[in-house]
């Protein structure tokens, strides 16, 4: 069991890396699904590996990576979505860690969703 000052410490670790910016409108908002389907599926490395790699790259004033429980589309998990201001929310299925630094390249940085990990790809829409 840990002491209340050791998780006051992780949870004020965690914060840094994950911006809980969320109600700022002028920041991309990127939401794991961290339901018990999507933990099983693998999204906490994808969590991780988001929240670090916007950290690295210096992103945390326009990027916020957050998490959220059920989108309801187990069998897709682990889910991330997108939403950047004045665009469509774009929804990337079965992610990994390896996909989830494309991500970051290509979309986050570069603006070019990538499209081969989406919804749409997916033959559902």
């Known amino acids: 069991m840990k002491t209340l000052a050791e998780l006051k410490a992780i949870r004020d670790r965690m914060q840094s890396q994950v911006n809980l910016r969320a109600e700022d409108h002028n920041h991309i908002r990127v939401v794991v699904g961290m339901a018990t389907c999507g933990i099983a599926a693998g999204a ?24 959220t429980g059920c989108i309801g589309l187990c069998q897709y998990e682990p889910i991330v979505e997108v939403m950047e201001p004045g665009k469509e929310k774009v929804t990337y299925v079965k992610m990994n860690p390896d996909k989830a630094l494309e991500v970051v390249e290509r979309h986050l940085i570069g603006g070019h969703p990538v499209e081969k990990y989406t919804m749409g790809a997916t033959g559902m829409k």
């Open 44 to 67: 906490r490395p994808v969590l991780n590996t988001l929240a670090q790699e916007v950290q690295t790259r210096g992103l945390t004033d326009k990027v916020s990576v957050t998490q």
